[in-house]
């Protein structure tokens, strides 16, 4: 009996033209995966109907919960994109730019998203070529979060309209992208509030947070969620605490004056080029008001103070940007 092993397992999604309808195939993008929590949960109701003393009449189907967070690896390219492109809403591809060869993603928030996504999870391959197939995924929330020591890791969460197990894979040899990870030692800038805070950084994440609804008719499963609130952007930083935070013009000053400013992260891949001299890079940009809403700092022991300042984006001026070799398969083939 072949046991799940889970460094077998792996992603691949392909966007659907209509919500919740697997589509045919042959535009699936693979992507690594770090940890997997989506799952289905299915809820039972007792049979109102009175019986004997030991048992009601039976269960009742009640609403299907399918979803959960699925952690991907950063690379400079792979199918992380287009789950990006689904929680953003735009999508736009450059080819030649910022030079002749190399080839510039850029992904915006827009007011409506994405139709969907038809996503496989191929969980430990315990049937060879059988994965857990999930349609009608919606992508609620996207998260980024970097620490010292590490790479840089995305975090979707899910909203789907259903879960089958044991379907064949549409293609069950992923076709990963280069070993390309973006590095926590090739970050190069990092403004909060227009606070330089490059060289004290310690870790570092933002959310984008659709703050979508699940929605039931009668029907068991999920509808096309939609916005039930205002779209939310908020992250943290932890940085080394020093003179300059309390200081003028400081993170912790900023704070207490409720200051804004630009919101800018880039991760260039140092010396791996794609071609020439022109490094892979990683780019959230676009914002123009961004601020630090909490952190005090705190005497936690005898070492290196450290401050965790919780941020805001204001606004709707977001983008992530991405120059790699990859070209724009899979990633713009549909609304």
Same mark, same amino acid.
């Given at each position: 009996?072949?046991?799940?092993?889970?460094?077998?397992?792996?992603?691949?999604?392909?966007?659907?033209?209509?919500?919740?309808?697997?589509?045919?195939?042959?535009?699936?993008?693979?992507?690594? @995966?770090?940890?997997?929590?989506?799952?289905?949960?299915?809820?039972?109701?007792?049979?109102?109907?009175?019986?004997?003393?030991?048992?009601?009449?039976?269960? @009742?189907?009640?609403?299907?919960?399918?979803?959960?967070?699925?952690?991907?690896?950063?690379?400079?390219?792979?199918?992380?994109?287009?789950?990006?492109?689904?929680?953003?809403?735009?999508?736009?591809?450059?080819?030649?730019?910022?030079?002749?060869?190399?080839?510039?993603?850029?992904?915006?928030?827009?007011?409506?998203?994405?139709?969907?996504?038809?996503?496989?999870? !191929?969980?430990?391959?315990?049937?060879?070529?059988?994965?857990?197939?999930?349609?009608?995924?919606?992508?609620?929330?996207?998260?980024?979060?970097?620490?010292?020591?590490?790479?840089?890791?995305?975090?979707?969460?899910?909203?789907?309209?259903?879960?089958?197990?044991?379907?064949?894979?549409?293609? !069950?040899?992923?076709?990963?992208?280069?070993?390309?990870? @973006?590095?926590?030692?090739?970050?190069?800038?990092?403004?909060?509030?227009?606070?330089?805070?490059?060289?004290?950084?310690?870790?570092?994440?933002?959310?984008?947070?659709?703050?979508?609804?699940?929605?039931?008719?009668?029907?068991?499963?999920?509808?096309?969620?939609?916005?039930?609130?205002?779209?939310?952007?908020?992250?943290?930083?932890?940085?080394?605490?020093?003179?300059?935070?309390?200081?003028?013009?400081?993170?912790?000053?900023?704070?207490?004056?409720?200051?804004?400013?630009?919101?800018?992260?880039?991760?260039?891949?140092?010396?791996?080029?794609?071609?020439?001299?022109?490094?892979?890079?990683?780019?959230?940009?676009?914002?123009?008001?961004?601020? @630090?809403?909490?952190? !005090?700092?705190?005497?936690?022991?005898?070492?290196?103070?450290?401050?965790?300042?919780?941020?805001?984006?204001?606004?709707?001026?977001?983008?992530?940007?991405?120059?790699?070799?990859?070209?724009?398969?899979?990633?713009?083939?549909?609304?």
């Amino acid at each position: 009996m072949p046991v799940g092993r889970g460094y077998l397992s792996y992603l691949s999604a392909e966007e659907e033209i209509a919500y919740g309808v697997d589509p045919a195939g042959g535009n699936e993008i693979h992507a690594r @995966i770090v940890t997997d929590g989506v799952s289905l949960e299915e809820n039972f109701s007792e049979a109102p109907g009175l019986g004997t003393r030991a048992q009601r009449g039976g269960m @009742i189907h009640g609403q299907r919960e399918v979803g959960g967070d699925v952690v991907l690896e950063g690379n400079y390219e792979g199918g992380w994109m287009l789950l990006l492109k689904h929680a953003m809403g735009n999508y736009a591809y450059a080819v030649d730019t910022p030079v002749a060869g190399a080839n510039r993603h850029t992904f915006s928030l827009a007011e409506t998203l994405p139709a969907g996504l038809t996503i496989e999870l !191929s969980k430990g391959d315990v049937d060879t070529g059988e994965v857990f197939l999930y349609t009608g995924c919606k992508v609620d929330t996207f998260g980024m979060s970097l620490t010292t020591e590490g790479v840089l890791t995305f975090t979707a969460g899910l909203i789907a309209r259903n879960e089958a197990p044991g379907q064949t894979a549409k293609d !069950s040899t992923p076709d990963y992208p280069g070993e390309l990870p @973006i590095k926590w030692h090739y970050m190069t800038t990092m403004l909060v509030a227009a606070n330089d805070l490059s060289s004290k950084l310690r870790a570092f994440d933002v959310t984008i947070n659709n703050n979508l609804e699940r929605r039931y008719n009668m029907d068991r499963f999920t509808a096309e969620p939609v916005p039930g609130a205002m779209r939310e952007i908020t992250g943290n930083v932890t940085v080394e605490f020093d003179s300059d935070a309390v200081a003028a013009g400081g993170s912790y000053d900023d704070l207490l004056n409720a200051v804004t400013g630009v919101l800018s992260l880039v991760m260039s891949s140092g010396t791996l080029y794609i071609t020439g001299t022109t490094p892979y890079k990683f780019t959230i940009g676009g914002v123009t008001a961004s601020q @630090i809403t909490s952190g !005090s700092p705190q005497v936690q022991g005898p070492g290196v103070m450290t401050v965790q300042h919780g941020f805001h984006v204001l606004g709707t001026d977001m983008t992530v940007v991405v120059d790699n070799a990859q070209d724009n398969s899979g990633i713009a083939d549909r609304p």
